[in-house]
């Protein structure tokens, strides 16, 4: 065994695309299988775990960050934008009631976004 070996590039992207596939699979298989929907994306979180890839955040926003839960939007969460000072993003847990707040931009546009007129 190397010591403190990092996983070369190659297999942080295979990790990643496996990732990517595996989201789609539970999204697309949450209606008929909840429960196999939420192997998926056990499977997902292992496989970020052991190869440290970090899971790209719309998925993360997709965990419970409780119950460790699939949760999606219309599905098995409630999602409520609240509008005080900054606008925030709440989205319920089905399953235990947890929240996971996080913060929108609105009516922000970065410099690069600005595309300029032909
Ligand atoms: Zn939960």
Redesign the pocket.
């Known amino acids: 065994m190397f010591e403190g070996g990092e996983l070369g590039s190659a297999s942080k992207r295979i990790a990643l695309q496996r990732i990517h596939k595996l989201f789609q699979l539970a999204r697309d298989t949450i209606v008929e299988d909840e429960k196999l929907a939420q192997r998926y994306v056990d499977i997902a979180r292992k496989l970020s775990m052991a190869t440290r890839t970090s899971m790209p955040l719309e998925y993360r926003r997709q965990i ?1 960050r ?2 460790k ?1 699939f ?1 999606l939007p219309g599905v098995n969460c409630r999602v409520r934008i609240q509008q005080r000072r900054e606008t925030h993003i709440v989205v319920t ?1 089905g ?2 009631g ?1 929240y996971i707040r996080y913060p929108v931009k609105v009516g922000r546009v970065s410099k690069n976004e600005i595309k300029k007129k032909p």
């Open positions: 419970c409780e119950c839960r949760i847990c399953y235990c947890t």
